[in-house]
């Protein structure tokens, strides 16, 4: 089992559907009363990337992709359309979008996050997978061109100075989901005119 540094077909990601799933408890007692707990505390996605599909080209790419990833052996990445970077889809990315620590005058790294907020409730989403060239780093409110890298398969930015203590470190960027098929077969069917179909193409975030 490994991870493949390679980003699923965008053309073909970007007609899918899919999104976050979470994994609640609910007993109903006799009173008719509900009792609710959380099973997961954080959110899974999932994606049907059949959807996407238009051409037997991309049919072609997506089992060709599949064999090389030997079905759901091994994760890759994926470009989630609907959540790709660090602020709005309609804002371009900027060095202070999260807020991604702060700093002690000792730490040198640190971890690449994503905040979502709803009214006082917030969660924060752990971002493994940057995509190269679009991380962006701020110390306080001033963007940092050096001093820093950010290793791109496990999203933990490096400094090379400790930034100093109660410093606001803040990071803009575009990222990747990890994930793997949710399948160890793909169901191709031809029509007359030999143009293809695949039913259903699931992938599963990977979670570590």
Known sequence: MAFHEVRFPDNISRGARGGP??????????????????????????????????????????????????GRLHGFRYKDWADYKSNLPSQAITPIDQ???????SLQTYQLSKRYTSG???????????????????????EQLSGWTVDTTTGVVTFTTAPAGDVIIRAGFEFDVPVRFDSDSVDVTLDFERLGSITSIPLLEIRR
Not at 56 to 64: I, R, T
Not at 99 to 105: D, N, P
Request: glycine share 8%; net charge positive.
């Open 21 to 70: 799933e979470r994994r609640t408890q609910v007993v109903e007692l006799a009173s008719g009363d509900e009792e609710r707990n959380a099973s997961w505390a954080n959110s899974r996605r999932r994606y049907d990337v059949a959807y996407g599909i238009r051409r037997a080209d991309d049919l072609a790419a997506v089992v060709a992709f599949f064999e090389a990833r030997n």
């Open 99 to 105: 807020q991604i620590g702060t700093g002690t005058g």
């Open 120 to 142: 006082a409730q917030t969660w924060v989403r752990t971002i493994t997978k940057p995509v190269a060239g679009t991380v962006r780093v701020a110390l306080g409110m001033v």
